[in-house]
């Protein structure tokens, strides 16, 4: 499991549960769901533009 397969999986477990938190905790619904969207957003921007995804480099082949 790598750092993106674990924003994939954060990325819903943030926003249903925060939602659920703040919700009980006594925020309203409307305002639940965009404080834990920014969240969400948060970790996609990370993922995006802190963690950049990028290619391993491959060795050239060495010739003989």
């Known amino acids: 499991m790598n750092y993106y397969d674990l924003i994939l999986g954060l990325i819903p477990l ?3 549960g925060l939602t659920a938190l703040l919700t009980v ?3 309203g619904l409307t305002t639940a769901v965009p404080l834990a969207g920014m969240v969400s957003v948060g970790m996609i921007g990370h993922a995006m533009f802190v ?3 990028s290619e391993t480099p491959v060795a050239p082949a060495v010739q003989q």
Do not use: I, K, Q
């Open 14 to 16: 943030a926003l249903l």
């Open 25 to 27: 905790v006594g925020f």
């Open 51 to 53: 963690r950049t995804p």
